[in-house]
T-cell receptor, first 110, second 113 residues
């Protein structure tokens, strides 16, 4: 079936360091979203980026559609960035059926 | 950003009972979704809904599950009867179109005893 693989599974940083998270997917994506899931479980949409590069605040996402991969760069990490980052794909359905990866658990230490 | 609300935030019920989870989607959105996340596991798609109809459902969307949005009110997920394996966090989401950004609610934590 459709697969979304995220790496690394976990990442520990010192505050101020940058993070690079990866998402690879098995088939063409018509929609790709990066989410942040807090330790309490709530989900926040960070970026929608099915192709190209997008920025918001300290976040930059680059998606290379032909290579079926996307990255999320977090610059100058803060302790409040700690949580799980999820990549989700709509595999060419345009009906909004998102397939999620297992996530990257980010821990930022003070 | 746009807010999706979910009521209740927590629900504890006995196995075999019926439960209705309520979602108040973003006001101008036309597509609605339910996802399920068992504690510590992956988020999984259950169903999507547009123009009063289910468009697609996953194998997790059992016969005991149903969704509706009567007259533009809450978008609901009903489970009747509930089973122990239905214990999970259920997230509602909405979007303007099927290809647009989905905005998620805070989830309803359902515990079936």
């Amino acid at each position: 079936g459709q697969q979304v693989q995220q790496s690394p599974a976990s990442l520990v940083l010192q505050e101020g360091e940058n993070a690079e998270l990866q998402c690879n997917f098995s088939s063409t994506a018509t929609q790709l979203q990066w989410f942040y899931q807090s330790p309490g479980g709530s989900l926040v949409s960070l970026l929608s980026n099915p192709s190209g590069t997008k920025h918001t605040g300290r976040l930059t996402s680059t998606t290379v559609t032909k290579e079926r991969r996307s990255s999320l760069h977090i610059s100058s990490s803060q302790t409040t960035d700690s949580g799980t980052y999820l990549c989700a794909i709509d595999h060419n359905t345009n009906t909004g059926k998102l397939t999620f990866g297992d996530g990257t658990v980010l821990t930022v230490k003070p | 950003g746009p807010k999706v609300l979910q009521i209740p935030s927590h629900q504890i019920i006995d196995m075999g009972q019926m439960v209705t989870l309520n979602c108040d989607p973003v006001s101008n959105h036309l597509y609605f979704y339910w996802y399920k996340q068992i504690l510590g596991q992956q988020m999984e798609f259950l169903v999507n809904f547009y123009n009063g109809k289910v468009m697609e459902k996953s194998k997790l969307f059992k016969d005991q599950f149903s969704v509706e949005r009567p007259d533009g009110s809450y978008f609901t997920l009903k489970i009747q009867p509930t089973a122990l394996e239905d214990s999970a966090v259920y997230f509602c989401a909405s979007s303007r179109g099927g290809e647009n950004t989905q905005y998620f609610g805070p989830g309803t934590r359902l515990l079936v005893l």
